[in-house]
């Protein structure tokens, strides 16, 4: 039972990243996903304290340290990549001193072993949100990074889509460290949709492929954690990563 | 003609610089508006704040409900490259109408199935540029405004993306916005004419009065008109 548990839960999160991927990586933010999954120790680690889920705990993190970056963004002559750094090394900062060593490896590298029924549910209600409001706004999204201007004539609402799609990133991350930990959660959205852009110049297979690599990846990994006991989350990563290895030997030129 | 915009004192900033300042025009369906004046001037913010995309000062007062569309100065394929979208892809963001897109392509004389499965990026700066003026007509906009539509454009192009839009306000009463250099333009095509310059506005409801003292003024140095073979060419 907790084996399939398990399955599930790592598929859908692996596939609903890959997807939200595929849109940070045509707007070259995928590499935020780090800086992010690193905002959300603090919380992880009160998670942990108080025995709660580390979702629960990742998610208010994430999203309020966004909000400071997106405040300091508009009021500091900062790029984004340094107001990133700073916050997110606070974070870090902040979340060790809390956080018990005996429980560390779960909050960067991820745990989902001891996922239960109601958890798998949660994930799985969670993640068809998340893929069912990305294909809404999946389209409006590519044509704000091809231009905010002409998405602007269209009558799209940047703003709006925007912190929708910084919400769904939130949403993902702090369910990624539950699969992969703060460390890896910018592997689990880049790795599958660079891949997919080695291969492909289509949209509609670019976001395909990317979903598919991603789903394997998860689905060897757990098979490889089944039968080897090592880490699932770094697993996953590293299947990852050796789909991405097989992409370079087709990678498509114009 | 029925009025479809009517600008007021209108004034725009950049950081503390006034780059327009109390400027007032109004514009009838069907117009097509040539924007004129040197580099730096304002030209393209002004488009941008008639369609609302940078904060004015000021009263901007469309027709209720009007669809725009917009070619904009600056987009490039190679702001692109990285994008892991193709041309086709990029229509489908606006149409599921593809003949329409064939059309457009058509129109232009270039062939929509050559590039249709290219990168966005790896375009030609000539076939990006056409993509774009596609695109700004695509859903049959009722004003469309086109900053330096003819930027990598060859000449033939040109001409042809001249009459479609001449037509669009001709048949369909599209009003049209147009910021180019290129001053044969104004007198072969143009209703109306817009000048900017660092010390003056001037509207003018007709380019035949637009000569070269006025070219001079706007452009603050002397100007000198070649005669070229192009059919209406002055």
């Known amino acids: 039972m907790n084996i399939l548990l398990i399955t599930v839960s790592a598929l859908v999160i692996s596939a609903a990243s890959a997807y939200l991927g595929t849109i940070m990586l045509q707007r070259e933010a995928v590499l935020t996903a780090g800086p992010l999954g690193h905002l959300a120790i603090p919380g992880a680690a009160l998670a942990l304290i108080y025995g709660f889920d580390v979702s629960l705990g990742a998610f208010p993190f994430v999203i309020l340290g966004g909000l400071v970056i997106w405040y300091l963004e508009k009021y500091t002559t900062l790029k984004t990549e340094a107001i990133t750094a700073v916050i997110f090394a606070t974070a870090v900062a902040v979340g060790f001193l809390f956080l018990p060593m005996d429980k560390a490896e779960a909050v960067l590298i991820g745990n989902i072993t001891d996922v239960n029924l109601l958890q798998t549910g949660v994930i799985v209600v969670a993640f068809l949100f998340i893929a069912a409001v990305l294909r809404l706004i999946f389209k409006k999204m590519v044509l704000i990074t091809v231009s905010e201007d002409l998405a602007k004539v269209e009558g799209i609402n940047v703003s709006w889509y925007k912190l929708v799609y910084f919400f769904l990133i939130s949403l993902t991350i702090a369910f990624g460290i539950r699969l992969v930990g703060g460390l890896l959660t910018a592997a689990l959205v880049s790795i599958p949709t660079a891949a997919a852009k080695n291969v492909t110049s289509k949209l509609s297979a670019y976001t395909l492929v990317a979903v598919v690599i991603s789903s394997f990846s998860s689905l060897l990994g757990v098979l490889s954690f089944y039968l080897t006991h090592l880490p699932l989350g770094p697993l996953i990563i590293v299947f990852n990563s050796l789909f991405f290895a097989i992409s370079l030997f087709f990678i498509k030129r114009e | ?234």
């Not at chain 2, 692109?80 to 232009?108: A, I, M, Y």
């Open chain 2, 1 to 234: 003609m029925k009025t479809i915009l009517e600008v007021k004192n209108l004034t725009i900033e950049v950081g503390q610089e006034k780059i327009i300042n109390g400027l007032s025009f109004s514009l009838d369906e069907g117009d097509i508006l040539t924007i004129l004046g040197p580099n730096g001037v304002g030209k393209s913010m002004l488009t941008k704040a008639l369609l609302g995309l940078v904060p004015y000062q000021g009263q901007i007062e469309w027709r209720k409900k009007v669809k725009f569309g917009y070619l904009p100065q600056g987009l490039t394929q190679l702001s692109l490259k990285n994008l892991p979208l193709s041309v086709e892809d990029f229509f489908h963001l606006k149409t599921s109408d593809l003949e329409k897109v064939e059309r457009g392509f058509r129109e232009l004389g270039a062939e929509y199935h050559l590039i249709k499965d290219k990168k966005l990026g790896s375009l030609s700066g000539g076939q990006f540029q056409k993509v774009l003026f596609v695109w700004s007509n695509l859903t049959d906009p009722e004003v469309i405004v086109l900053d330096e539509p003819n930027s990598n454009m060859d000449i033939i192009s040109q001409e042809k993306m001249y009459q479609k839009f001449h037509w669009l306000s001709q048949k369909k009463q599209a009003t049209i916005i147009l910021v180019t250099h290129d001053l044969n333009v104004i007198y072969k095509y143009s209703t109306s004419v817009l000048c900017l310059s660092h010390k003056f506005y001037c509207s003018l409801p007709h380019p035949k009065k637009i000569d070269i003292k006025l070219f001079s003024k706007v452009y603050e140095k002397p100007v000198r008109l070649y005669n070229h073979h192009l059919r209406g060419g002055k």
